[in-house]
Nanobody, 128 residues
Framework: VQLVESGGGVVQTGESLRLSCAASGHTDNKYAMGWFRQAPGKEREFVLAISWSGGSTGYSESAKGRFTSSRDHAKNTVYLQMNSLKPEDTAVYYC??????????????????????WGQGTQVTVSS
C-alpha cells in the first residue's frame, strides 16, 4: 500500500493544522494507522495511533489534549488534527500503516517497528 501525507506547512504558535494520509493499493486489507515525527537531529518518535475500527486511539504525552485523529474508510484517508501547536512540534510528520486482522481491529500500535508501510512525510514548522 502507498501512503501520501499532505497538509503540512508553516504556522505560528497556537495555530492549528490538519494533516491527511491517503492510502492507495491493497486498501481492501485492514490497517491500523500511526503518526510519527522526526525533528532535525532527533530520533523518530511516536505521536498518535488509531485502530482500524477508529474506536481506539493512543497518544504520546506531547499529543494528549492537543492532537486527535480520525479516519474515513470510504476515502482511505486518516487525519491528524493538531491544535495549539508549539515550536517543539516542528518536525517531519509521517503516517504509517500496519496490516491487521478483524480480530485485532480495535488495537492501536505505538511502536514504529511493527508498521509495514510508511509515507514520505510532510514538514510541519511552528514559528514562535
Amino acid at each position: 500500500v502507498q501512503l501520501v501525507e499532505s497538509g503540512g506547512g508553516v504556522v505560528q504558535t497556537g495555530e492549528s493544522l490538519r494533516l491527511s494520509c491517503a492510502a492507495s493499493g491493497h486498501t481492501d486489507n485492514k490497517y491500523a494507522m500511526g503518526w510519527f515525527r522526526q525533528a532535525p537531529g532527533k530520533e523518530r518518535e511516536f505521536v498518535l495511533a488509531i485502530s482500524w475500527s477508529g474506536g481506539s486511539t493512543g497518544y504520546s504525552e506531547s499529543a494528549k489534549g492537543r492532537f486527535t485523529s480520525s479516519r474515513d474508510h470510504a476515502k482511505n484517508t486518516v487525519y491528524l488534527q493538531m491544535n495549539s501547536l508549539k515550536p517543539e512540534d516542528t518536525a517531519v510528520y509521517y503516517c504509517a500503516a500496519k496490516r491487521v486482522t478483524l480480530s485485532s481491529g480495535s488495537y492501536y500500535y505505538t511502536q514504529g517497528a511493527v508498521y509495514d508501510y510508511w509515507g514520505q512525510g510532510t514538514q510541519v514548522t511552528v514559528s514562535s
